[in-house]
């Protein structure tokens, strides 16, 4: 058995079962031992930014990590963006990186570079494998860090002499350890706090966000008159009929400033506490008033669902309150806006889809109207480097067969990871792709107004992406994915509904 036969085994063994690869030279033994072991499914990306995202958004999903197959340092670096949003998401991502055989290393070949050293900002675990034999108890110790609560990115690095000698040594990650509990005082300070009478917020995010936490955030919420808020960049949340309704922590300074306004303390459910996403001349970094007091209930890594199941137990809150049912909206018709966007989708999507949010500056308010809708999750781009959409397309899509995944896509994003298009057609992935198509980085046309910047003529040709106008319809078809163009919520409501009911992917250029 060779080492990337052994590496093969280890992830079998360990659970790892699905590779997104863009593989090279170095990688050729591990995709060779792939014919020769069954059992991991390899999804070609063509780029590496393809298979960062996809493992994050497939940790999302299932729980469990994915391994990358990226090729050197410069495969690790097109790749570091989305492990930047996958560290943020505290997903779970085991990355497999080829290098220089360990005696060509001194030669300083082309592809020669610093791996560990661009591994570094975004890994929690790295490791270089020194022989065959260590290949698999390396790729072990790898899986196993990447599956530390809640989930970290793990780096592995394989020469490709460690691939291709004998003596390759399978090994088993061992099973992961749960989260760590929280103390009984930080539930009693959380329960003191909510029952003082003072103005109090629950901000809850990470794994809180799922079903079951959620509902028990705003059962205290409800119960104790505290207002409920999710973090800004939602990782996965619950969301729709029988899931708490919860508004995000909004993104605009003066927005976010305005949601803490009056609160007298805070009470975090793993999230750190809210800052401004920049800073801006004359506005405080930090959201929330100077003189309040905030309460760690549970710290990103410990486990906040059990926190808030014992929070809600210390206040003797029943387990039984639901929120009241939602009437699910008619389609809305007529021109484009956000909120008939959302209305629409609200009255198309299918039960138990997954939605994919990177729609900048148009998705600001979905939330509001996509409630009234059967229960879904929804994934947003949680380290702010935007490109994460398509390839989180392809990543939920994998990890969630049966499941419709939407990507809510704004076009200047969509374009840093397009190659992603490519493998939802390879792979026939049931994802629907909506291009919000205003050919321009609107974001950063308000943003310029905000740090008190002069837009000249270049600054705002930096903004503008109509010259020459973007096509989605031949983007797409050129990657074999089918898609249509809809100018008016009328053109989309069939686009839509069509697209929830064939397999495959589809892609809708929506002009707002
Ligand atoms: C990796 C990365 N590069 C650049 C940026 C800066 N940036 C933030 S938003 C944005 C433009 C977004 O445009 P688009 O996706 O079309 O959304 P819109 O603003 O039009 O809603 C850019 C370039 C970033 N956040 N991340």
Redesign the pocket.
Known sequence: MNGAEALVHTLRKSGVDTVFANPGTSEMHFVAALDRIAGLRCVLCLDEAVATGAADAYYRVTGKPAATLLHCGPGLANGL?NLHNARRAQSGVVNIVGDQANHHRPLDAPLTADVEGLAAPVSAFIRRAINAADVGPSAAAAIEAARTWPGRVATLILPADTAWDEGGVPAQAAAPAPAKPVSTRAVETAGAMLTNGLPTLLLVGGRSLEEAPLLDAWRIAQHSGARLLAERSTPRIARGFGRAPVERVPYPIDEGLAAFAGVKQIVLVNTGEPVAFFAYPDKPGRLYPTACQVHVLAGPEEDGAAALAALRAYLDIPAAAAPAAMPRPALATGAVTPEGFAQSLAALLPENAIIID?????GRGFFANTHAAPPHDWMMLTG????DGLPMSVGAAIAAPGRRVVDLQ?????M?ALSALWTQARERLDVTTII?S?R?????LGELANVGANPGRTALDMMD?SNPPLDWCQLAGGMGVPAARAASLDELNPLLAASFERPGPFLIELTI
Do not use: Q, R, T, V
Not at 358 to 362: K, V
Not at 410 to 414: E, K, L, N, P, T
Not at 440 to 444: E, Q, T
């Open positions: 963006s990177e729609a900048i500056s148009f702010g480097a935007i490109g704004a076009d200047g994003s969509a840093y919000f205003n321009k980085y609107a974001i950063l992406l």
